[in-house]
């Protein structure tokens, strides 16, 4: 307890300063609660509104897939240049160092394997689970088109649900399967429904032609799924346009830890989604990264 006779009366109460109250810009998010802007904030960099996610939970359906043997070896030394980190909490108990203060993306859905149908899938971690593991976001597959689209749809739904209750956000990842087409208009109803039904960001995939009306209809942050490895300048051009075109953000994977040079790969990611960089400028300083 304060000493008593040390108290001294308040008297600074700044009558000439307006009360000021800070606008959350990030898009759709004004009107949730302090605890999801607060967790959001740790996956969007507050100062540009975009993030670097860092994708690692294909082991889930994939198994050690390559650049994923040893995530000890392999992801660990990429960690401080990424915003946010996916992955499943089979990894994130295993092997990542609990110093790591930047956001966590719990990947929360899952059931067969890459042998068979994949969306055919359940929500696989519990709330309080992810409570414990102190996650910014849950994030879930939804296969828009898939055979079994109406359970992951409603996987999705009952995690924002839970989310909700608990002021932890809900990532919607949009998947594409073999059969599906890769187009505007498929991104545009996949991304919609996401964000109608709750998701508070959505990560898609990149089309060439028309990406600007899929981040243009959708009332919540976009980021764009890395995909398949790709010549370094190749990604790096696909990072820029889709900024340009409205995206908040990548979550990249295979791009990065399967790159030639990881760490300087992630960096000139970086560099394009919070400094502007064009894609030859980004690469330039990918090149010289890797040489040293």
Not at 212 to 218: D, F, G, I, L, Y
């Amino acid at each position: 307890m304060a000493d008593k006779d040390d108290l001294q009366e308040s008297h600074n109460y700044y009558v000439d300063v307006p009360m000021k109250g800070e606008p959350f810009q990030l898009r759709g998010s004004n009107s949730l609660d302090w605890g999801m802007k607060n967790r959001l904030s740790k996956i969007f960099r507050p100062e540009t509104g975009r993030t670097v996610m860092l994708a690692i939970d294909h082991g889930y359906f994939l198994g050690p897939t390559r650049g994923l043997e040893r995530i000890d070896v392999t992801i660990l030394p990429l960690l401080p240049y990424a915003d946010t980190l996916m992955c499943t909490r089979g990894i994130l108990r295993s092997t990542i160092p609990p110093t790591f203060t930047r956001g966590v993306v719990l990947r929360s859905s899952g059931g067969p394997s890459i042998l068979k149908e994949l969306s055919n899938e359940e929500i696989a971690v519990d709330i309080e689970d992810a409570i414990r593991l102190n996650v910014a976001a849950l994030a879930v597959q939804v296969f828009v088109g898939g055979e079994y689209e109406t359970k992951s749809i409603h996987n999705l739904t009952r995690l924002v649900d839970m989310g909700n209750r608990y002021g932890i956000p809900v990532l919607g990842v949009t998947a594409v399967g073999r059969e599906m087409v890769r187009d505007a208009k498929y991104m545009r109803l996949a991304t919609r429904i996401c964000a109608e039904l709750g998701a508070s960001y959505v990560k898609t995939y990149y089309v060439s032609e028309g990406f600007e009306t899929v981040t243009a209809s959708c009332p919540v942050p976009i980021v764009i799924a890395g995909g398949k490895k790709v010549p370094e300048l190749e990604a790096l051009k696909m990072a820029y346009n889709a900024i340009q075109q409205g995206a908040a953000g990548v979550d990249m994977g295979r791009n990065i830890f399967q790159s030639e040079a990881p760490e300087a790969m992630i960096q000139a990611v970086g560099k394009i989604v919070h400094e502007g960089m064009t894609p030859e400028e980004a690469y330039e300083v990918y090149k010289t990264l890797k040489r040293g």
